[in-house]
């Protein structure tokens, strides 16, 4: 083979290389560029909600021009939607496989404690090990479920699936209770999680700082306990 098109071969493959590399660079910089405004508008969210929130605040934070924005998402809802997609799919996912396994191991024969266990332990979980982005996403959600107009969509959206697989394991740990108190339980469980997640500090001024709205720790040692009494006061009336 003449040396000239050996020549040309190695500089065809070393340029193919190069563009390889480059586009393999090019993405890994537009995921990081997703996951720092993901990151920014979620932290701005949680503490001004969707209206007290632009795209060019986001952008300033930031630290690009605002018009870059629109490369990667076409409105702030939009936005929004991502940024409160992004973990709901992580707890979820992880409350799901919790009831499943606690399904497995109490052998069909489960507990209200337990079941409320395996929901809220393992969520609480994230706030206690996720730090200060989980924490926000918290007081995000604490936002969303208390938006009518298209909060409870998004929830349902996210989290009927586990709601649901939550409601069949109380519903055979009480198999006498009516169908109208188990949800109105759920619904009384809930309201204290958001409430929790939205760390309001209010719990802290109450006490007199003998309780933290921050101390998510806390909160896992009592709530299932606490609203298991609840199920079974209501359900055994």
């Not at 993405?27 to 932290?43: F, K, N, P, S, W």
């Not at 169908?179 to 339980?185: L, M, R, V």
């Amino acid at each position: 083979m003449p040396a000239t098109v050996k020549t040309q071969g190695k500089r065809s493959s070393v340029a193919k290389r190069k563009a390889r590399r480059k586009r393999v660079t090019k993405a890994e910089q537009r995921a990081e560029m997703m996951e720092l405004i993901l990151d920014t508008a979620e932290d701005l969210f949680s503490k001004h909600g969707l209206y007290g929130v632009t795209l060019k605040d986001v952008a300033r934070r930031v630290g690009v021009h605002h018009t870059l924005m629109n490369y990667y998402f076409k409105d702030k809802k939009k936005l929004f939607d991502a940024v409160f997609a992004r973990r709901a799919v992580v707890t979820s996912t992880r409350r799901m496989q919790a009831l499943e396994e606690y399904d497995a191991a109490c052998k069909g024969k489960p507990t209200v404690e337990g079941a409320l266990r395996a929901f809220l332990d393992t969520d609480l979980d994230l706030y206690i090990e996720g730090g200060e982005p989980w924490k926000n996403y918290g007081a995000l959600g604490a936002q969303v479920a208390n938006t009518p107009e298209w909060g409870a969509q998004l929830m349902d959206k996210h989290f009927d699936p586990v709601v649901l697989r939550l409601i069949g394991l109380l519903k055979r740990a009480l198999p006498k209770c009516s169908e109208e108190d188990i949800f109105w339980s759920y619904h009384f469980v809930t309201g204290a999680l958001l409430l929790t997640l939205a760390r309001t500090g209010r719990i802290d001024k109450l006490s007199g700082g003998l309780c933290k709205s921050e101390d998510f720790a806390a909160v896992k040692k009592r709530m299932a306990t606490f609203m298991a009494a609840g199920f079974l006061a209501l359900c055994n009336k």
